[in-house]
C-alpha cells in the first residue's frame, strides 16, 4: 500500500466486480417476483418455488464469494465492528465498498432472505404445493415453518424499502450516488481516499488507476476460479435440495405424500 499522500483530484476505481452486481440486480429482480407469486398464488406458486430456488442459488454463491471472491466483496473486508461504525458516524470512516453500517444492513438482507429460503423449503400450503423439503419434517414443523416463512415477508417488504430509501438519500442528502458503481462497478473517488483505497480486486490505488486507464485487472484467474467454486457450490446446493421435486430421487418422497407438484 503506497503512503504518499495524493491531491484531492478525484480518480475512477473499479470497486464492484462483475458476479457481485449480477448477483445484486438478479437478487433485485427475483425478490419482488418471488413476494409477488406467493402472494397471488394459485399456479403461479409452481414459479414462487422455482424463484425460492434460484434465491437459494444466489444466495449460496454469495456467500462463498463473501469469502473468497475479490475484496471488495469479501465479507472480512467490509463487516466491521462498533468501533469503525462510530467511525464512520463521526465522519471519520475512509475507503471504497459497502461502508461499516451498510455492512449491517447487507447482512441484514442476506440473513433475512436466507431465512426466508430456509423456511420456504419446509413449507406447505395445505392444498396442494409442498417445499422440497417439506417431507422431510412433521406436519407441525412445517406448518411452523409455513407461518414464520409467511410473516417474515413483510420484514422482507420492509427491510428491502429501508434499503432503497438509504440509496435515495445517499443521492439527495449526501451527494453521493451509490447507485452507479452498483451498475457499472466503477465510482469516482477522491484522491485522498485513494490513499487507503484498494480496487475491487484487491489491487492498490496505483494499480487501481492503470485498471482505470484500461490494463489488465490483477488477479484475473484467481478471480475465474473463484467464480466457478462459487457457481459450482451454488448449482450443487440447489441441485441436491430441489432433487426431490424434480423426480431425480423419488425415494426421498414418501409413498403417502401428496403428489409432488410439476416443478
Ligand atoms: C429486492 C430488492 C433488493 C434487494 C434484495 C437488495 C439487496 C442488496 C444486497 C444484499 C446488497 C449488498 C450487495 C453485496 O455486497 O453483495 C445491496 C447493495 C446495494 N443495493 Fe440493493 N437490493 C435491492 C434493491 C435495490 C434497489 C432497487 C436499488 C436502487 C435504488 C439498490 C441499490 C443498491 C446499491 C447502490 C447497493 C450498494 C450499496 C453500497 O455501496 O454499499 N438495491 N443490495
Known sequence: MTTQA???TPQRLHVWDLPTRLFHWLLAAAIPAAIATGMIGGELIVWHGRLGLFVLGLVAFRLVWGIIGTRNARFAQFVRG???ILAYL???????GHNPLGALSVLAMLGLIAVQIGSGLFANDDIAFRGPLADQ???DVSSRLTSLHSLLQYGLIAVVVLHALAIAWYVKVKRENLLRPMVTGWKEVPGEVLDTATDADGAEATDAVQVAAGSEAPGAMRTVVAFLVAAAFAGAL???VARPV???APSAVPAAAPAAPAW
Open 82 to 84: 462498533p468501533r469503525a
Open 246 to 248: 424434480f423426480g431425480s
Open 238 to 240: 440447489v441441485y441436491a
Open 90 to 96: 463521526r465522519g471519520e470512516w475512509r475507503g471504497v
Open 137 to 139: 419434517v412433521s406436519d
Open 6 to 8: 495524493r491531491d484531492s
